[in-house]
């Protein structure tokens, strides 16, 4: 079995990366997250622009909150037109501190941010459909977080597409 799962009849290459973590608990999705930023955005510097999804508006405030208190430069996901225009513009184009933007579905949907190396579905999709439009923006990888309540969903998600995501191997930065 290979460390990499690769998707068939995507509409973006197969050679996407998707992984999944088994977190256990809610509250340690952060600590796993600014792990993963650690090693990938800061120690290796191969991954500069990463996206970030979460399922509500709410998490997108509390998560970019504590991830600035941990130095760790992010871009809030805000629900105004011309402030989402800014922000793609900001994500795609400065350069320097690594990019990291927070958001939820419906704030990028139609938008195409391909700087993005890096996805982290720090919550999973309510609706396997959506996966696509998650990791589809990716030019890498595409790690999912999971704890117990969401293991049928990452089912739901494989079968969709017909395909299986790994377990993010403890090495994963041989990978990158």
Known sequence: MSLSTRSQGF???????QFYV?????????????DIFELTL???????????FVNTIDKVDWL???MRSRDHYVIHGDRDQ??????????????????????????VCGTDLHKASLVVNY?????????????GRSGKFAINFMIEDEANMLIDI??????????????FEDLL
Not at 123 to 135: A, C, G, R, S
Not at 160 to 166: D, H, K, Q, T
Request: net charge negative; hydrophobic share 30%.
């Open 42 to 52: 800061k120690a290796y510097k191969s991954i500069t622009h990463c996206i970030v």
């Open 11 to 17: 509409g973006r290459p197969s050679s996407i990366k």
């Open 22 to 34: 088994d977190v256990d608990k809610e509250e340690w999705k952060l600590e796993t997250l600014c």
């Open 158 to 171: 494989q079968k969709f597409y017909n395909m299986v995501i790994e377990e993010l191997p403890c090495n």
């Open 82 to 107: 011309n402030t989402m225009d800014t922000i793609e513009r900001e994500f795609l184009f400065e350069s320097g501190s690594p990019q990291v933007l927070i958001t939820t579905d419906p704030l």
């Open 123 to 135: 919550d999973l999709p309510t609706v396997p459909e959506n996966y696509l439009n998650h990791i």
């Open 64 to 66: 970019t909150d504590k």
